[in-house]
């Protein structure tokens, strides 16, 4: 049974990872800005008001959390804000930026002391930050974000790797959720598959940038 606390877990993936992994026995901690009664519900240790963009937030996550040993941290909150070209608001890029990018780094580099050799981090990346994968353009902020927060990760890979902690930068697929407007697959479906990658990562393959379903995704 591990220890697992997931940012952003009030709906959507986040939510459903809580669920699954809470069902299978896993100790979970969410933490969100405000929770959902759907994750109320699950009977978890919740710590609220937490925005990753925030370093007093952040710095208030660790003062709650305390000593607890951390077996995983899934950093998955983010956000996605449509934009085109011709017409980009450049303060909407900078709050992906800060969420998407900063808030994994700041909520890892917060919580560094709660890991040791063994213990693993999660980002929620996406595949529409690789650049060679790009083959559509558009989302000029949430792409930037993503390819960012990429770098974000194998530089924590290289940072943690001597201490024995393994990080992964994860896609989880097209998902049904508010932040795609309902298009792609289920919640729970691609919760499953990112559960997978995290039981298989390891210092071996740290460093990975992987799809939900198992194959890695170009840079």
Same mark, same amino acid.
């Given at each position: ?57 952040? %710095? @208030?996550?660790?003062?709650? =959390?305390?000593?607890?040993? !951390? ?6 909150? *983010?956000?996605? +804000? ?80 001597? %201490? @024995?902690?393994?990080?992964? =930068?994860?896609?989880?697929? !097209? ?6 407007? *309902?298009?792609? +697959? ?34």
């Amino acid at each position: 049974m591990a220890t697992i606390l997931i940012t952003g877990c009030n709906r959507g993936i986040g939510l459903q990872l809580a669920v699954q992994l809470s069902a299978r026995g896993d100790t979970v901690i969410g933490v969100c800005r405000n929770p959902s009664e759907a994750l109320s519900a699950l009977g978890i240790r919740i710590i609220t008001g937490i925005d990753v963009t925030d370093g007093d937030s952040v %710095s @208030g996550l660790k003062s709650e =959390l305390g000593d607890v040993h !951390l077996d995983v941290l899934i950093n998955n909150a *983010g956000i996605l +804000i449509n934009d085109k070209f011709g017409s980009i608001d450049y303060d909407d890029m900078v709050k992906q930026y800060k969420v998407n990018t900063l808030g994994p780094l700041r909520v890892t580099e917060a919580l560094r002391d709660n890991f040791s050799a063994g213990s693993k981090i999660a980002i929620v990346s996406s595949r529409v930050g690789s650049i060679d994968d790009n083959g559509s353009g558009g989302h000029y902020g949430y792409r930037a974000s993503k390819t960012a927060v990429n770098q974000v990760g194998m530089n924590l890979m290289h940072e943690l790797k001597p %201490s @024995g902690v393994a990080v992964a =930068l994860l896609h989880p697929g !097209l998902v049904a959720t508010d932040m795609t407007g *309902g298009h792609g +697959i289920s919640p729970e479906d691609s919760a499953a598959g990112l559960i997978q990658r995290i039981d298989e990562l390891g210092l071996e393959n740290s460093g990975g940038f992987w799809h939900a379903e198992g194959y890695e995704l170009p840079w």
